[in-house]
């Protein structure tokens, strides 16, 4: 069964930084391009961030780029999300989630971050 | 940056069909997906490339893509299908898109 786990929210100053972690399980981690997709609170989703299977290539949405990093660690079957300089606007649900092809075919429960002073 | 719109919402009565509508900038050149969400739950993945269904889910859901705009429908919706919807699209030009979100009532 295939399992993402997030991990590392929590509440941060502005201008702050936090580090998300996912565990994944259940296939084959190091095959698969992975994502972090955000919902601000009663908002809609975002694609935040991807890296391909290796790491060598990694992408971002506009308003993270500069601030957030996308890595990974294959041999530990994990994927990560270094988020620096946070603002207001950053706060959400982070969700891990696994890329098929065109889509998400596999998410995580969430991790909520709030940025707040 | 290229944008999907979606109602914001959408009413059915038990057992009828509901319609929720995803437009986009020729989207039908591109794959459309769809998510299901439920208050304090993860998205779940309904239907992807444009019509086809995860294991598991049920027949009840459908999807076309043609033109502009991508459709959802479900047939003899229940009430365990109230749920926010999310369509998505991708291409290389686009990277990942989400539509804003379509609230389904079961009423």
């Known amino acids: 069964e295939v399992q993402l786990v997030e991990s590392g929210g929590g509440l941060v100053q502005p201008g702050g930084s936090l580090r998300l972690s996912c565990a994944a399980s259940?296939?084959?981690?190091?095959?698969?391009?992975m994502n972090w997709v955000r919902q601000a609170p009663g908002k809609g989703l975002e694609w935040v961030a991807n890296i391909m299977q290796d790491g060598r290539e990694k992408y971002y949405v506009d308003s993270v780029k500069g601030r957030f990093t996308i890595s990974r660690d294959n041999a530990k079957n994990s994927l990560y999300l270094q988020m620096n300089s946070l603002r207001a606007e950053d706060t959400a649900v982070y969700y891990c989630?696994?890329?098929?092809?065109?889509?998400?075919?596999?998410w995580g429960q969430g991790t909520l971050v709030t940025v707040s002073s | 940056s290229y944008e999907l719109t979606q109602p914001p919402s959408v009413s059915v009565s038990p057992g009828q069909t509901a319609s929720i509508t995803c437009s986009g900038d020729k989207l039908g050149d591109k794959y459309a997906c769809w998510y299901q969400q439920k208050p304090g739950q993860s998205p779940v993945l309904v239907i992807y490339?444009?019509?086809k269904r995860p294991s598991g889910i049920p027949e009840r859901f459908s999807g076309s893509n043609s033109g502009n705009t991508a459709t959802l429908t479900i047939s003899g919706t229940q009430a365990m299908d109230e749920a926010d919807y999310y369509c998505q699209a991708w291409d290389s030009n686009t990277d990942w898109v989400f539509g804003g979100g379509t609230t389904l009532t079961v009423l």
């Open positions: 259940g296939f084959t981690f190091s095959r698969y391009w």
């Open positions: 989630a696994r890329v098929t092809g065109t889509y998400f075919d596999y």
């Open positions: 490339q444009n019509y």
